[in-house]
């Protein structure tokens, strides 16, 4: 690929328009004859249904129609996909849209009201009454997995929904029993809220005279969100529309189908008109789909010279009442990973996917791979401090090395590329590793507690299905680049228009990039997994390849020689013997001119290209933490980070810093303060609103040092590895090796996140020694 335009720091085109706010949500669009949709949602955990009274929400003023999970069933709407066990062994578990006979979390919806305003459909849900039969409530593993814990689903025999293992447990046991030292840790991976800052919204507008249905909703990929509607509504495929405007914030929350999406549609049709919801900030809390929540143990078998033998893991994954589309999928993701960067000849690790009475737990952006490197990067810091070696000497000794790639790991993965020890030791001298003990004696003498982390990840991404784009250069000299992933701030409109422009050798911002409307773009698999540069990108770069091979046809016969004459360089068509040349855009408009067309060659310059993976990449990097802590309070001060990461090819310097750094802002949350947290016996949410949920502050980020090595993937032309949730995959373990790093003299070794204030002070005023060390 031409390295016109790759590798600059272009700014984000879209950037204009969302900081003038002339970004247009699904909130902001008003279709003719709107109506407004409210949901009445159970407040109840766990409750057998015994009556359900609607009757007062239809005799309110506005209201136009009042609908239950029987209703739905008797029109033949089907309940929402979900996901099965990936190794076949389990069904799918479905979720009813709106529940029927029995309540499984507290925010699950019930009935829906369709009114002529927003506040008259709110009203009326007010005056819906429900009776209910309680039933006993579990919101952990531990309390689901009990003998005595009722099944959530009386199709299931318990709470676990399933369980996968990886690796080779006879092996890994012999290694065990050999070993000069074996290293467990327990840790509990937190539960956390998404949290976008546009919550989800639907606007759907059905057509009667044409059967058309029109679905407008902020989405991570509008084909697969249309193909799961259709499995949930009797519509022609052709007769569904789905459109994307921009999207607020996605972080996995707005890839899947969830129930207040058929509700609405189903609404729309029924009433022939435009039927709209959004959700209020505590209805987000509360029927969103969460991320993590995973209690983990893992042990690693250790040799006399520090080599790590082997290495086993159980993992219990809370999945919450239902399995939503990558339910259990999630933490068989994960796991696949649990090995790290690390050379670790033999593993053995067993995943539980276990049901509680919770909202539904899904991709949250990471999906798995952060709690992966979560419990490695933990253990290995605990075995460092056990063998009474550095951190990061131990690390090194134990890394993959550069001649090993590709390399499999004993759970499957075939890892690409990468230099672990370079981008390490390159972060560790920026971070000030070396000299930090001058550091932490500083503070000691100010009364704080100072401490170093760091950790080392390795995630896997671009993993999942092809994309297919379209390239055309249009009548008006302007070429149009159709993409099926869906941007949701990453910056796609630039970074696609940069690989287009770098591989016809234009200016980028002669490139369009259309995306998000199924009648528009043909085909894709929507935005996950880090996967759009490294799938979507390359697929740009082959069709723009196929266009130039097209323009060479029209070229040569414009230029009256045959086309091995002709080359492309610079946005022009060359004749290598006289030297003439038509530059990109003349060649297309000559195609549009029938005089000067050739017979057989369609009006202008058009091509598509299909890319498919073979195999993931697997991006990596090192972040390093340097933190103080108050012992009198308990907060945690983050004075220094530094990151160096390797994430193949970069197409824009600019938006990939962006990424990172929000990354690490989520990573820091969880590691700090976000938790989403029921009540253990009657399954409230505590956390349904910002006044009870900890989300980080600008103010708490500190500037990070942020640097990339490039280290191509070969698994793509572009060679770009992703980024999107690598800054999320290494905060949390760095800053809590930190924290117990700064903890070290007291006696504390060990804390679960989030590391709030309190927890901390409790902490340490518990400890053995509460002073600084």
């Known amino acids: 690929m031409s390295k016109f335009l790759s590798g600059q720091s272009v700014t984000r085109r879209e950037d204009q328009r969302f900081i003038t706010g002339k970004g247009r949500y699904t909130d902001d669009i008003v279709l003719p004859q709107q109506t407004w ?70 925010g ?67 290694k065990f029993a050999t070993a000069a030292l074996t290293v467990a840790i327990d840790v509990i991976n937190n539960r956390v809220a998404p949290t976008a800052m546009e919550p989800r919204g639907c606007n759907a507008s059905f057509d009667s005279a044409s059967g058309i249905m029109t679905v407008y909703q902020g989405c991570q990929g509008v084909h697969p969100l249309r193909d799961r509607i259709l499995k949930c509504v009797d519509l022609d495929k052709d007769k569904l529309r789905v ?9 996995g929350l707005k890839f899947f189908l969830q129930c207040e999406t058929v509700v609405v549609v189903h609404a729309s049709r029924a009433l022939g008109r435009a039927v709209k919801w959004t959700a209020d900030r505590s209805e987000s809390f509360m029927s969103d789909i969460h991320g993590r929540d995973h209690v983990s143990r893992a042990e690693l078998a250790i040799a006399r010279d520090g080599r790590f033998l082997a290495m086993r893991a159980a993992v219990d994954a809370n999945i919450g009442a239902y399995c939503s589309q990558a339910g259990p999928i999630i933490p068989w993701f994960g796991a696949c990973m649990t090995t790290g960067c690390y050379d670790i000849p033999t593993a053995h690790v067993a995943v539980r996917s276990v049901l509680t009475n919770t909202a539904p737990v899904d991709a949250y952006r990471g999906a798995g791979r ?23 000497e131990l690390r090194r000794m134990n890394f993959i090395k550069p001649q090993q790639f590709p390399y499999t790991t004993p759970t499957g993965r075939s890892y690409d590329s990468g230099d672990y020890t370079t981008v390490m030791n390159s972060a560790l001298e ?91 773009v043909p085909t894709g698999q929507g935005t996950n997994g880090s996967r759009s540069m490294a799938i979507a990108g390359s697929a740009l770069v ?18 009256s020689v045959d086309d091995s004459h002709i080359e492309f360089a610079a946005g022009c068509f060359h004749n290598k013997g006289s030297g003439n040349n038509l530059s990109l855009f003349d060649v297309a408009a000559a195609s549009f001119d029938t005089l000067k067309r050739p017979t057989g060659i369609k009006p202008g310059l058009q091509s598509s290209a299909r890319f498919e993976p073979d195999g993931g990449t697997y991006p990596n990097g090192c972040h390093v933490c340097e933190v103080e802590v108050d012992p009198a309070t308990g907060v945690i001060d983050i004075l220094r980070y530094t990151i160096e990461d390797d994430v193949g090819v970069v197409i824009n310097p600019l938006l990939l810093e962006g990424q990172i750094v929000g990354g690490v802002a989520q990573g820091l949350g969880q590691a700090l303060s976000e938790h989403a947290v029921y009540d253990e016996e009657d399954g409230q949410l505590l956390t349904a609103t910002f006044m009870d949920y900890g989300m980080p502050r600008a103010d708490w980020m500190p500037q990070v040092d942020f640097r990339y090595r490039e280290i191509a993937s070969p698994r793509n032309p572009l060679g770009v590895k992703g980024a999107g949730e690598a800054g999320t995959v290494g905060a949390a373990p760095a800053l809590v090796n930190a924290v117990l790093d700064a903890l070290r003299g007291t006696g504390i070794t060990h804390l679960d996140m989030p590391l709030t204030p309190l927890k901390m002070w409790q902490a340490i005023r518990g400890s053995r020694v509460a002073a600084p060390n």
Request: one cysteine or more.
């Open 370 to 392: 952060p709690e992966a490197a979560y419990l490695i990067e933990r253990l290995v810091d605990k075995a460092a401090i056990e063998l009474g070696v550095s951190r990061d």
């Open 37 to 106: 949709l409210h949901f009445f949602r159970s407040p109840y955990a766990h409750a057998r249904i015994v009556e359900l009274d609607v009757s007062g929400a239809q005799e309110m003023p506005g209201v136009l129609a009042v609908y239950t999970g029987p209703d739905l069933l008797a029109a033949g709407v089907r309940d929402v996909p979900g996901a099965g066990m990936p190794d076949g062994s389990r069904a799918p578990l479905k979720q009813p849209p709106l529940a029927r006979d029995v309540v499984r979390y507290v």
């Open 430 to 520: 920026r971070a000030g590793w070396s000299d930090f003990e001058a550091r932490r004696e500083q503070s000691k003498k100010l009364g704080k507690l100072r401490g170093i982390g760091l950790a080392y990840y390795v995630e896997i991404c671009s993993a999942m299905g092809a994309e297919e784009t379209h390239v055309s250069v249009t009548e008006k000299g302007r070429v149009q680049a159709v993409v099926g992933t869906q941007s949701t701030g990453q910056g796609h409109e630039t970074s696609y228009a940069q690989i287009v422009a770098a591989s016809l050798g234009i200016d980028h911002t002669l490139v369009d990039v259309n995306q998000g409307d199924t009648h528009t």
């Open 243 to 251: 459109v994307s405007p921009d999207v607020g914030g996605g972080f």
């Open 108 to 174: 699950e919806p019930v009935a829906a009201v369709v009114a002529e305003s927003a506040a008259a459909a709110r009203d009326a849900a007010e005056a819906i009454f429900m009776d209910v039969e309680d039933l006993p409530a579990v919101v952990s593993p531990r309390a689901a997995l009990q003998p005595d814990a009722m099944a959530i689903h009386a199709t299931l025999d318990n709470n676990c929904f399933g369980t996968l293992f990886y690796g080779d447990r006879a092996a890994t046991d012999a």
């Open 542 to 559: 082959q069709a723009a390849e196929e266009l130039i091979t097209a323009g060479k046809q029209m070229a040569s016969t414009l230029l």
